[in-house]
């Protein structure tokens, strides 16, 4: 093997020949690279003049490349019964220079108040220790190489007698109008107070930390705007295994095309809440229908709403109209006006509030009536 000046060691300079030729390399194995000398190596030739005269041995340089730390696992966290013996693994850890064997070094440095567990074989690759008391203990490991270089801390956490938290649900309450969704009216007008209940469930018995409907108020696709996050309140039951139910009321607007989406977010202190609540749905908010009067149709009012008609002086009148309302609203004023002095115009005396016949399906309509005694006045044709 000859070698010339493109051999260059890191933290050497580079060989130059001149008029010498480098003949004996026999301190460096036949295929050895600069970075095959992974400790610390001497880098020793033999030179031979041009001419053929021997010189003498020589070093070029010394090569100490610097060391890699060790890299230390603890292993995977556990869950465990109260008395169980624990055992650690530390077998994941490793050297990436290949400077081994590695030592051990394990600490136990949190354990719950009052045990008086301790760890079996702390300088082992799998030591032990019995967990005495409910709660959770910490342990550290620490490895370092056969050139006395240490890693950096791993730890594991073992948990004694404390169940996993398991994550809480949303479900619909079931109540009359939220059997298969969470607001009440699912269609609803422009100014109605939608009412949106839901009913929160955890398994281990935690209260929610945070209990609130989202609705997208001004229908944008998103629930970030101001507003649209809404606490709710507790409507009723304190068993939360087995459900606890929320409400939350509020006037709404017409947005957007009217179809205005909400869901529901609770989250128990670790985990956010799921099932079907949780998602998106939709309810309906139309921009108000003006109602409609119509003839009761009834014996007497097919075409008017009075009866009798014409009638006498003193006589008493009945009447009668039928409401209607496409978003099944209650009329806020029910009134008959009627001119009793036939001057052409209704004073406020002459305004006369209406009853209802009985109903509340204003979509299909109900039935308002009056009963009034009136006397001739004018030409005795009344408006």
């Known amino acids: 093997m ?21 003949t004996d390399t026999t301190s460096v194995p036949e295929d050895t690279t600069a970075t095959d000398i992974d400790t610390s190596a001497t880098v020793t030739v033999t030179t031979e003049a041009s ?135 699912s269609v609803g007008s422009h100014g109605d107070t939608f009412e949106f209940r839901v009913k929160y469930v955890d398994a281990d018995n935690h209260s929610p930390t945070i209990w609130q409907v989202w609705i997208d108020l001004n229908d944008n696709g998103d629930f970030n705007d101001s507003g649209e996050k809404l606490d709710m309140f507790w409507l009723s039951g304190s068993d939360y295994t087995a459900g606890v139910n929320y409400t939350k009321s509020l006037t709404i607007y017409y947005a957007g095309d009217g179809q205005i989406d909400y869901k529901f977010y609770f989250k128990d202190g670790t985990a956010d809440a799921t099932g079907s609540p949780t998602t998106v749905h939709t309810f309906v908010c139309d921009p108000n ?37 496409a978003n099944n609203n209650q009329p806020a004023v029910t009134e008959v006006w009627i001119d009793l002095d036939d001057d052409q115009s209704y004073e406020a005396d002459e305004k006369f509030g209406m ?25 005795g044709d009344l408006n």
């Open 289 to 325: 229908t003006s109602p409609v009067l119509v003839w009761t149709g009834e014996t007497g009012y097919e075409d008017g709403g009075v009866n009798p008609n014409p009638g006498s002086h003193g006589t008493t009148f009945e009447f009668r109209v039928k409401y209607t309302d």
């Open 51 to 185: 001419q053929g005269t021997s010189a003498a041995t020589s070093t070029i340089c010394s090569y100490n490349p610097a060391n890699l730390s060790p890299l230390a696992d603890a292993g995977d966290n556990q869950l465990v019964a109260v008395s169980a013996l624990v055992s650690l693994d530390g077998s994941g850890s490793y050297d990436p220079d290949g400077h081994c064997p590695l030592t051990y070094q394990w600490t136990m440095t949190e354990k719950p108040s009052g045990s008086t567990a301790t760890l079996a074989n702390p300088t082992s690759v799998r030591p032990s220790f019995t967990a005495d008391l409910a709660g959770e203990y910490i342990i550290e490991l620490v490895v370092t190489d056969s050139l006395n270089a240490s890693s950096e801390v791993s730890l594991v956490r073992v948990r004694a007698g404390i169940p996993a938290n398991q994550i809480p649900s949303l479900d619909w309450t079931g109540d009359t109008g939220y059997t298969d969704d969470g607001v009440e009216p």
């Open 355 to 379: 009853g209802s016949t009985g109903g509340s399906d204003y979509v299909a309509g109900v039935v308002y009536r009056c009963f009034k005694r009136i006397y001739h006045a004018g030409d």
């Open 2 to 22: 000859r070698l010339d000046s493109s051999l260059a060691i890191p933290g050497c300079s580079a060989i130059s020949s001149g008029n010498s030729i480098i």
